[in-house]
C-alpha cells in the first residue's frame, strides 16, 4: 500500500488576514525516491510572519507561492528514507524552504542534520539555535551592533525573534526594554528572560513608558513591527542609533497602502542608520551563529518558549496567532511526534 | 567712527516658508576685538536648505537659533583685522557656524585659511572644495559605497550637493540619472555635468523615466528631497541598495506632520541600507575630502555653477530659491567684493 502525503495548496491570495479557504489540504500518494532524495516527515512545521508575505503577490525577497502550489514551509523533519548517502532514517533535518506537508522529498545535499545536545530539548532548533534565533543574533549583532550600557529597544518581545535579541543585548551589557501585547509575556519578559522593563502596548502609553525605561533615549531600535510602534520608538533614538529593520507584522496583512514613519526626518537628524535584512541574507554565516547561540543556551543563558499547536490540519488557522499577537515565542505546529532520541 | 555691522536676527519662527517679516536686519557697531579673535567681513554668505531647519523648534541635529539672536550661518570671510598668530588681514578664510553678518568676530584657533589653488575660483570654496562638496563626498563614498557598473540615483540633482553626488558617481564607473526641476538644469546635467540621464519632476512621469533610464534597478538612492520623489525610488531599489539620507527638503516647510515613505517595507524587501548623516559628522575627515575633491577639480572632471544673489539685505528673501528650486549648484549671497588675489 502506498503512503500518502498531505499538503496544504495555496488557492488564493488572502486579502488581509488568511482564510481556511485561501489553502487547501490535499491528499495525494508518496512518490519512490529518486537517487541523492530523501524523504524526512515533517515533526515540527514553523509558522512564521512571513509566511503571510509569501502568500502576497508583491515584490519582496523570494518569489510569491504561486496559486495552486505547495504553501512554502519549513521545520524539523525525521528521516524515514533516504537515497543519499549522508543521511539515515532516524536522522533529523532542518528541511529549509520546503511544504507544509506531512512528507517532504529533499535533495540530501545540503540538508543539515540536527545533533543532539546535552540538555537541549528539540524545540530549541526552532527556536536560539533555529531560523529565528539567526534573524535575532545576527540583526543585533551584525547590524545594531550593541555596547555596553547601550539602551536596546525590541517590539514583538515575546515573539521568536524578539525575546532572544533582549537575552543577547543583556549578555552583551545593555539595558533592554521590549514591548509586547499582554501582562503575560510582560512578566516572562522581565522576570523568565531578563528584560530591564517591559511596555504592554495594548493597555499603556508606549511614549510615555519608552520615556520612563529609557532615560538616555534609544540606542539600538530592533524593528519587528511598524507603524505606530514604530514611529513612537523612532522619535526617542539617540544621535548615531542602530535600527535592524526585521520586520512590519504589523502592515503585512493591510489592504490599503502603508505610510511609512511621520518621524522619518529624525533618522536624518539622529543620523540612525536602518537596514533591512532577511535572515537567509546570513546563511554563510550560520555556523559562527549557532555556535555561539548553542553555547550561551547550554550555559543557561537563554531562555525559549515554544508555542505548540499540534496537526498539521491547524497551520492556516494558526498563523493568526502571530498577527494577534497570542503565541509566547516559537510558534510552531506539531505534525508528528518528536523520536525517541535517548 | 566706529565701523557698524549688519546682522539679520530671527525675530519669529516661521511657519511654512520663511516671510522677510520672520528676521530683521539689525545695524550696531563693531566692537573691539579681544586677544586671539579675528574679523571677518562675509565675502560669500552660504545659503543651504539646513537654513530652514535652524529656524524651527524642533529636535534636530543642532539647538534651533535663538529668537532674538542672530541667523546662524557661515560662508568666506576676508579678513579684516587679527588678534591671532596665525591669521592676518587679506587671509581667506571659512567662517564656519558663524551668523548672517558682513563682519563676524571670530576665534582665530580652528578657523581654515583657503589656499589659492591654479585656475580655482573662490566659489569652489562653496561649492566642491566646501561644506555641501564634502556632503557629496562623504555621502556617497562612506555611505553609499559606489562600485563600478552599478546605478546611482540622486534627487535635488542640480543643487549644490546633487550636483557632486552624480559627479562623483560618474568618476566612480557608475550610471546616474539626476532628477531635477526644469529642462534647462536637466540640459546642464546631462550635456555638461556628464550625467547619463535626467528626469524633470515637474514635467515628467517619474517612476516611467526611472525605469526607463535605470534598465538594472538603483543600487543607491542618494536623497535630498524626501516626499513623493523618494518613494518612487525606493520602489525601484536594488537588493543590497544604500541609501544616503542627506536631506527631505520637500518637508522642512510642512506645517502638518508628513508621512514616511509608503515604500517603507520595500527597505526590507531589498535589504537597503538607509544612513542619517549630517556634513559635520565628517569633520574630522575632511582634508581627506578636499584633497580629493581639489584634485579632480583641478583635473577638470567637476563643473561646478554658483549661483550669487548680491547683498545681505536679500538673504531672508533668496531662500526661498532653494525650496522653489531656482537655483542651478550652489545658492551664495555676495556680501561684499573679492579681494584681488592675483
Known amino acids: 500500500m502506498t503512503e500518502m502525503n498531505k499538503t496544504w495548496i495555496l488557492r488564493a491570495r488572502p486579502v488581509g488576514e488568511v482564510r481556511e479557504s485561501d489553502l487547501e489540504l490535499v491528499e495525494a500518494p508518496l512518490a519512490p525516491l529518486n537517487e541523492g532524495e530523501v524523504r524526512a516527515r515533517t515533526i515540527y512545521l514553523s509558522l512564521d510572519p512571513t509566511n503571510r508575505i509569501w502568500m502576497s503577490d508583491m515584490d519582496a525577497y523570494l518569489p510569491p507561492v504561486g496559486l495552486g502550489d505547495p504553501m512554502r514551509g519549513g521545520g524539523l523533519g525525521l ?13 533529523i533535518v532542518n528541511t529549509g524552504l520546503a511544504h507544509w506537508s506531512l512528507y517532504n522529498t529533499l535533495p540530501g545535499a545540503g540538508l543539515a542534520k540536527m545533533p543532539q545536545l546535552p540538555g537541549v530539548p528539540l524545540t530549541a ?5 533555529g531560523a529565528t534565533g539567526m534573524t535575532a543574533y545576527f540583526g543585533l549583532m551584525d547590524i545594531g551592533k550593541p555596547k555596553e550600557g547601550e539602551t536596546v529597544v525590541v517590539s514583538a518581545a515575546a515573539g521568536a525573534v524578539g525575546s532572544m535579541v533582549g537575552q543577547i543585548a543583556k549578555i552583551q551589557g545593555c539595558r533592554v526594554v521590549g514591548i509586547a501585547g499582554s501582562d503575560d509575556k510582560c512578566k516572562w519578559l522581565v522576570e523568565t528572560a531578563g528584560f530591564d522593563a517591559a511596555i504592554n502596548y495594548k493597555k499603556e502609553d508606549v511614549g510615555a513608558m519608552l520615556d520612563k525605561h529609557c532615560p538616555n533615549g534609544i540606542d539600538i531600535n530592533f524593528e519587528n513591527v511598524g507603524g505606530e510602534i514604530m514611529d513612537t520608538v523612532i522619535a526617542r533614538l539617540n544621535d548615531f542609533s542602530r535600527m535592524p529593520l526585521c520586520g512590519l507584522i504589523s502592515t503585512y496583512n493591510a489592504t490599503d497602502p502603508v505610510p511609512g514613519p511621520y518621524n522619518f526626518a529624525n533618522l536624518l537628524m539622529r543620523r540612525t542608520l536602518v537596514k533591512g535584512f532577511i535572515v537567509i541574507d546570513y546563511y554563510p554565516r550560520f555556523a559562527e551563529g549557532i555556535q555561539q547561540m548553542a553555547q550561551w543556551l547550554m550555559e543557561g543563558k537563554l531562555k525559549f518558549e515554544t508555542d505548540v499547536v499540534r496537526g498539521l490540519e491547524n497551520a492556516p488557522s494558526s498563523l493568526s496567532r502571530l498577527f494577534e499577537g497570542k503565541n509566547l515565542g516559537k510558534l510552531v505546529v506539531q505534525v508528528s511526534e518528536e523520536p525517541n532520541r535517548s
Request: zero cysteines; a negative charge; charged letters at 20%.
Open 79 to 91: 528521516v524515514t528514507e533516504s537515497r543519499f548517502g549522508g543521511l539515515e532514517p532516524g536522522d
Open 125 to 129: 532548533f526552532m527556536g536560539p539555535i
